[in-house]
């Protein structure tokens, strides 16, 4: 490098203010869009769960009725819960649904890894369960959910 080079180098401000500018815009953009997916999570208390395995719903629960069931899903009622049994061809998923906590959780699974497992219970709408080996996905009801579901 020449001297001419380097005293240049010397003489240059480290961020001139176009690069303050750039860089503060990037910055506004990255808060708004933390700000909004953490701020709008709809976190009303769970009201109820659908149960799907591959798109199509198998199992229906609305804390305020009964369950509705599809030919091959075992369900039973143990004290304050329901067991959820789900049987694919790839294997089985057991649901827990704990009527008092209006919670929801998978306890039991046969799939490789088992990472359904490690997820927390469903407590209110802002989260999903999802086990990618058998491709069932446990989520909230919905607001403007119709219970009359197409089984």
């Not at 005293?7 to 953009?29: N, T």
């Not at 990255?30 to 591959?54: E, M, N, R, Y």
């Not at 329901?82 to 049987?87: E, F, H, P």
Request: charged share 25%; with cysteine; proline share 4%.
């Amino acid at each position: 490098m020449s001297l001419k080079k380097v005293e240049q180098v010397k003489s240059d401000k480290g961020f001139r203010i176009w690069d303050l500018i750039v860089y503060g815009v990037i910055l506004a953009i990255v808060a708004v869009l933390f700000l909004t997916v953490f701020l709008t999570q709809d976190t009303d208390p769970l009201t109820g769960v659908k149960i799907s395995v591959k798109g199509e719903a198998v199992f229906v629960y609305d804390f305020s009725s009964e369950p509705t069931a599809k030919d091959g899903v075992e369900w039973k009622e143990e004290g304050n819960g329901i067991t959820v049994t789900v049987r694919v061809d790839e294997g089985y998923n057991v649901i827990y649904i704990d009527k008092n906590e209006k919670s929801v959780k998978i306890t039991d699974a046969d799939c490789k890894g088992k990472q359904c497992l490690y997820f927390s219970a469903i407590k209110d709408n802002s989260r999903i369960i999802y086990c990618n080996p058998h491709s069932l996905k446990i989520e909230p009801l919905s607001i403007n959910y119709s219970p009359e579901i197409p089984f």
